[in-house]
């Protein structure tokens, strides 16, 4: 699911609430007014997180899990092309805030 710039604006960040996910964003549409949330970023079922390039959230919840290598880095760029990530969904802020 994604939600269009357009329609949507950005409110806020916070922990998520579900237990494989890292982070939930807070859009709010723009005429309506309606409160949408999007989960972001893996834990594994285990509990750990997987490692990203740099949380840059502005919460560093999972900032002991930046792993800040380039190469790993541009791996998960490539792979999750730039052309295939749609406003405001999960994907989006992953590529955005954590890699």
């Known amino acids: 699911m994604y939600y269009p710039k357009k329609d949507y604006k950005f409110i806020q960040f916070y922990k998520s609430p ?34 990203q390039y740099k949380d840059t959230t502005g919460l560093n919840i999972y900032g002991d899990y930046n792993h800040g290598d380039k190469a790993r880095r541009k791996r998960y760029r490539k792979r999750h092309g730039v052309n295939s990530i749609k406003p405001y969904s999960p994907n989006y802020f992953s590529w955005k805030f954590l890699w």
């Open 18 to 51: 579900r237990k494989t996910k890292k982070y939930r964003a807070v859009l709010q549409n723009k005429k309506t007014l309606k409160i949408v949330y999007v989960d972001f970023g893996a834990i594994r079922p285990n509990g750990e997180p997987y490692e």
